[in-house]
């Protein structure tokens, strides 16, 4: 387990302003034996060590130190795997949107823990998660990463529970980005603009519940501008809020080089420049310090957070050996079991879900025939083996898996894509499969070629050196592809087995124009297209109706002018394939179909925001396979919302099952064929019309932020109204509601009463009420209970999340069902007095099943004015901050 032999006890780390979270990997010390340990080490530190303690540049997180015996941290990505350098990753996990739509803490603690302890096993200290983003908008490429939809108080909940679950495997958690990074278009520079209030209220309340309430290690400060000031040399944020309001005793660490200015980064308070140490240097901060501009108090206060984090964990004397990570039983597990739960059902006419599992199926889409898909940048890889695609999900659970069809001409997987050689005609049965592939040592082919040869498909991957022909000619022989400028014409045969709309679709890291029978239907000018850039969707794909039975000819010509221009995805190499649009003739026979589109690395990820619309033209697929068979079931995947609306009101079932994780087939499969009743509720909002989404007025186009003439201001103007609250400003009614999710059973709520009709300033509300499965399934029910202001005296939201509560009711079972709330749970900030502040007015306490469905009503009063300070208040009553703890054992 770790570098020496010494025992380690089981302890509760007790310090004012810490959560008291067990860890079962703390050294058996005290408060003041950390200080004092801290001080041994400070004490004895030069003025160039405690620079070198501030800055990293050796590989490690918090530096090494062999003077003192130090040998430094190392850190794991992310919140969908842990992902290990050199490939070995741990199990796949679900979304955080996906944990976030478990509505379930313990789920939140499960997956926590389990990521802790793979980061531990696999050698790490430290796991750089959660991400504590709202969702603002649906063009956030990270969304899938953040635990916390669209509201601060379930990110209030669920993030500090799966960092306590993190931090109780001995391996500190790191959240991010700290602060208002909630779009990836131009986030190197983007100045976000954005009030106090909505900053408080919204965008630092998961952070604030995470000091308070999880005692989390440290806090990554991201790239973007807050202000006018860059998140990592923001001093109002970082000291004057974080350490100062909150009495945060962690660490501030930079993102990845993320520092501007070293001088303003430093007194600002990020406290470790990683992981190259660009600004952290003597040769900055010295002058600085000699000229006044900073004090050697500033230096210090970091080396010591810097080695407080390393003692209470003590990572000062020993670190973790790293062992095998395939397959951990507690991986597989939390994955499968937030899988089940987070998987959302939005729509199910006539009950056509659960299926018979003696049910004949036709499942389309690429997605459903490979590993569960993942956003770029945090994607997990699996081998084969090690993971259940829909269709296999769906297949093992059919009492015979040759009822559940997959339609494979109606894929665009590029290695599937049937071609015939140029020299086929259609007057031949015979036709020799393949591509012809000719290869030139410069970049616009010029001459003749330096290299011809027969390829079966075009999915060629520089990265890896390799054209995927097999075991055999694994380069491109003379052509230099991963170092020197070329270019590729690619020329072949294909034949529609069916008349209709088909789609062609290429994915190039270069420049590329496409041909049909010597048209130019395609072209991209191959400018980057993997940062801070939206899916350019008419860039990559073209519809045509084509003829069953005819030849057509295609001609890719490509060239590759720069050793590193990605795609989106991160592709190095080019594809080429074609499908179907249009269904077989047979698909009426089906019982059902399963149609499982959305998004996956290629559109979605860090690095670049989406469009609203759908990829790959699969709202066109979605009406046809709707058309010819009603029973159509769509599984949607994707770190948010979408355009749904051109199929949604035709579809008879649909379902987000988000990025399902290792096991998310096998989920999906037990919920459609009913081993396992949907309990997922909506973390966002999903809009009907991407206008309706409340920040449409300043975030209309991801295109704006791109290129040379991007934009490089955002001005947060809905302020307060952040999805469901912009929805209640402005009466429109969105597709499906925050908090919505459907059951195969349904559920009644009554009796609410309330433990008190006043709210005090230092005690606990209880609300009560009783929840009844009206219906014939066991299954879960998730109360939500908000809060409307009555008679306020400044603007704020018609309604908030203040608490919730998932429930397990067999049926016909009714179940009591509590939840608190504290003053904070009425209160907004005010900026005139940098305080939490409740009116003396009336509140109206809604409960129900969703934002949109809320039966049971009570009215409580706040007799006097009451103001909580920014130190002493919590986001989360005090019975929540308990819940949110994970005691030693529970995982």
Known sequence: MSKNKTALAVIALASAGTSGVAHAYYNDMSWTDVEARVSAIFDNMTQSEKIAFIRVDDGHMIPS???????????????????????????????????????????????????????????????????????????????AESICGEDPFLCAVMAP?????????????SAKHLIANEQEADRHNLNVIVDER???????????????????????????????????ENHHIITDIVKGEWGYQGFVLSDFNSITDGVKGAW?????????????????????????????NVIDDKVQRNLRALVRYGFDERT??????????????????????????????????????????????????????????TAYSVAESDYVSELNGLQALNTSSSNVVFLSGMSLTPSTSKWYLPSCTEARDDCDVGVEAEFFSNTDLDGEADVSRTAPVVNFDWTEMTNNLGDEERSVDDVSATLGAFSARFTAKFKPEISGNHVLKVRADGPFKLYLDDELILQSDGE???????????????TGRLKAGKLY?????????????????????????????????????????????????????????????????????????????????????????????????????????????????????????????????????????????????????????????????????????????????????????????????????????????????????????????????????TAQLYVKPLNSSVDRPEKELKGFSKVYL???????????????????????????????????????????????????????????????????????QEAVKVTQGDF
Not at 349 to 362: E, H, V
Request: aromatic share 10%.
């Open 553 to 781: 000819e295609v001609r890719l010509e490509y060239s590759r002018e720069q050793y590193y221009q990605p795609t989106l995805g991160g592709l190095n190499g080019v594809q080429l394939s074609w499908a179907s649009l249009t269904p077989p003739s047979d698909l009426g026979d089906y019982d059902a179909v399963v149609a499982v589109v959305g998004r996956n690395y290629e559109t979605e990820g860090e690095g670049m925001d989406s469009v609203f619309d759908m990829p790959d033209q699969q709202k066109v697929l979605l009406n046809k396979l709707i058309k010819a068979n009603p029973n159509t079931i769509v599984v949607m995947h994707g770190g948010g919302g979408m355009n749904m609306l051109p199929w949604a009101n035709n579809a008879s079932a649909i379902l987000h099952a988000w990025y399902s994780g290792q096991l998310g087939g096998q989920a999906l499969a037990e919920i459609i064929y009913g081993d396992v009743n949907p309990s997922g509720k909506l973390p966002i909002t999903l809009d009907k019309k991407i206008e309706n989404n409340p920040s449409y007025a300043s975030y209309s186009d991801p295109d704006d932020y791109v290129g040379d003439d991007a934009k490089e201001t955002m001005t947060y103007e809905e302020g307060l109204y952040v999805g469901y609250r912009g929805y209640d400003q402005s009466g429109k009614k969105p597709l499906y509601p925050f908090g919505f999710g459907l059951s195969y059973t349904s559920f009644a709520f009554s009796d609410l009463a309330l433990s008190s009709n006043t709210v005090s300033e230092d005690g606990t509300l209880y609300a009560t009420f009783t929840v009844t499965n009206t219906g014939g399934e066991a299954g879960y029910e």
């Open 161 to 173: 529970a799966i960092t306590n679950g993190i931090q109780s495997q001995g391996v500190q958690a």
């Open 198 to 232: 909505p900053l408080r209220e919204l965008y630092l309340t998961p952070f604030e519940s995470l000091v308070k309430n999880a005692d989390i290690a440290s806090l990554m400060c991201g790239f973007n501008q807050i202000n006018g000031e860059y998140a990592c």
């Open 268 to 296: 600002a308070g990020t406290d470790l420049d990683m992981p190259s140490g660009l600004k952290f240097t003597e040769s900055t901060l010295t002058p600085a310090l000699e000229a006044g501009t900073l004090t050697q």
């Open 810 to 880: 067999e049926a016909g079972e009714s179940k009591q069902v509590t939840i608190p709330l504290n003053a904070r749970s009425f209160a907004y900030y005010e900026q005139s007095t940098d305080s939490w502040d409740v009116d003396k007015a009336r509140y109206r306490i809604l409960v129900g099943d969703s934002s949109n469905n809320l039966t049971q009503k009570a009215v409580v009063r706040a007799t006097k004015a009451l103001s909580l300070t920014t130190r002493d208040s919590n986001p989360l009553p005090t019975p929540m």
């Open 65 to 143: 130190s062999s003077r003192f015996g130090i040998e430094g941290t190392v850190a794991y990505d992310s919140s969908l795997a842990v992902h290990v350098d050199g490939g070995n990753f741990g199990a796949g996990y679900p979304s955080q949107t996906a944990l976030a739509a478990t509505w379930n803490l313990n789920r939140a603690k499960e997956v926590g823990s389990a990521l802790g302890y793979e980061t531990r096993i696999a050698g790490g200290e430290q796991m750089l998660s959660p991400v504590a983003n709202l969702y603002r908008t649906p063009f956030n490429g990270r969304a």
């Open 320 to 377: 973790f050996d790293a062992q095998s990570l395939e397959n951990t039983d507690k991986g597989l597990s939390a994955s499968l079991d937030t899988a089940r739960e987070g998987i959302v059902l939005l729509k199910n006419d006539n009950d056509l879900l659960p299926l018979s599992k003696s049910s004949t199926i036709a499942v389309v889409g690429d997605f459903a025939q490979h590993a569960p898909s993942s956003p770029f940048g």
């Open 528 to 542: 980057p297209r993997a940062t801070d850039v939206p899916d350019a969707l008419a860039q990559s794909v073209k």
